[in-house]
């Protein structure tokens, strides 16, 4: 019974293309790829075509504590009992349809314990094509998967934070704001906010950090810790994203890190006073803001600077709009709702425009529902990529 990787070569000539050159070179060449597989970290178990096993290498006993008692066994030995008779039947069809299969098995060390490998099992075959073993090399990755369910966990709970630091709904007799966030991934790079500045006006904010993810919800927690006191303090568009591009140029464009000076970030800030009926907005580097009135007209307001982040200083050009209270609807997004291949930014905000105009009498959250799933329609996607994020406020 070989129990060496060298009696399988020797006896079935896997080096059979060479057998003019001397003995002494392909006992060396056997010799390399023995040491090759005796050496390798990962396990490998190798069986004939009934599945008995012939042959291990040192690491398989290392992660499975099996030594040469194994030899004659079948993996039936160490199965976990996890997986049905149909996981079997569908990996082994494989092997013998594609030659080769990959994935993650349960099975169970000497001891009794349950460990996750990732495992490929490949046919070795003769020169005529004929099945001669199976050889399946395994790594141990339950601490890795132990650590990604952990980092899961952490995510979750950070999207929970992340979440619990939008703004809650406001609904009275002057304004009615309601938002909506859908990251792209667990964690994103989109916020919005709202503050009663003081008994007749609030400030309004939509964030959209480049990228997404991880570090994009980061960066976006990091300002949203700044918001309450500059739209408290400064109040008016201008001074607000002055004061804020000096926070976020300072926290990334003078930093050593090169990765930092990536970073950048568009934003939209709107002041509602309900008492003049008025607004005064500026962007900064973001899509318009829908004005809608109860006729179907639409306002764009667009006025602004460039992103926020970019230059140390930055001019602040801001608009104002008179509105007719109980008849209008403002509209704040970021361009995860307009964005498509092969598609141009203003025609989606015209369909993404359009669907709001036709939603506009529904309740804010069925409005901001609604759009959303009309413009995925659009589209002709079935999902987006980007962070997505809505603020309707009813005026």
Not at 327 to 342: F, K, P, Q, R
Request: charged share 25%.
């Amino acid at each position: 019974m070989p129990k060496n990787l060298e009696d399988f070569f020797l006896e079935h000539k896997f080096f059979s293309s060479i057998t003019n050159e001397s003995d002494r070179n392909i006992a060396g060449r056997l010799l390399v790829a023995d040491k090759l597989f005796q050496n390798m970290l990962e396990g490998v178990f190798i069986t004939d075509t009934t599945g008995v096993i012939k042959f291990i290498n040192p690491a398989f006993s290392r992660i499975t504590d099996y030594g040469e008692e194994i030899i004659g066994q079948t993996p039936r030995t160490f199965q976990s009992g996890k997986h049905d008779a149909t996981f079997y039947q569908s990996m082994w069809q494989s092997v013998e349809q594609n030659g080769k299969w990959e994935g993650e098995i349960w099975n169970k060390k000497r001891n009794g314990e349950l460990f996750l490998q990732q495992t490929t099992i490949t046919i070795i075959k003769n020169e005529s094509g004929q099945a001669l073993y199976y050889a399946a090399v395994i790594t141990d990755i339950t601490e890795r998967r132990k650590a990604e369910e952990r980092l899961k966990d952490d995510l979750l709970l950070a999207k929970e934070v992340q979440k619990s630091a939008l703004s809650q709904p406001i609904h009275n007799e002057s304004i009615h704001i309601a938002g909506m966030y859908r990251p792209s991934e667990l964690l994103g790079g989109d916020m919005y906010a709202w503050y009663q500045i003081d008994s007749h006006r609030y400030g309004i904010i939509m964030i959209d950090v480049m990228g997404h993810g991880v570090a994009s919800a980061l960066v976006c927690m990091s300002v949203r810790s700044l918001l309450r006191g500059i739209i408290n303090t400064f109040i008016e568009p201008e001074r607000v994203l002055e004061e804020l591009n000096k926070h976020v140029y300072s926290l990334f464009r003078e930093k050593e890190s090169s990765q930092t000076k990536n970073y950048y970030l568009t934003c939209a800030y709107v002041v509602v006073d309900t008492n003049e009926h008025r607004i005064r907005y500026a962007l900064a580097g973001h899509p318009p803001v829908f004005l809608i009135s109860t006729d179907g007209d639409v306002n764009l307001l667009e006025e602004g600077t460039v992103p926020l982040g970019m230059l140390k200083n930055i001019v602040v050009k801001t608009g104002n709009y008179q509105y007719t209270p109980q008849h209008a609807w403002m509209v704040l997004y970021t361009d995860g709702l307009i964005e498509s291949e092969g598609k141009s930014l203003r025609g989606n905000m015209g369909l993404l425009k359009n669907a709001l105009v036709k939603n506009r009498s529904m309740n804010l959250d069925e409005m901001m529902h609604h759009s959303i799933a009309n413009q995925l329609t659009e589209l002709s996607i079935s999902t987006f990529q980007d962070d997505v994020t809505m603020v309707v406020a009813k005026l």
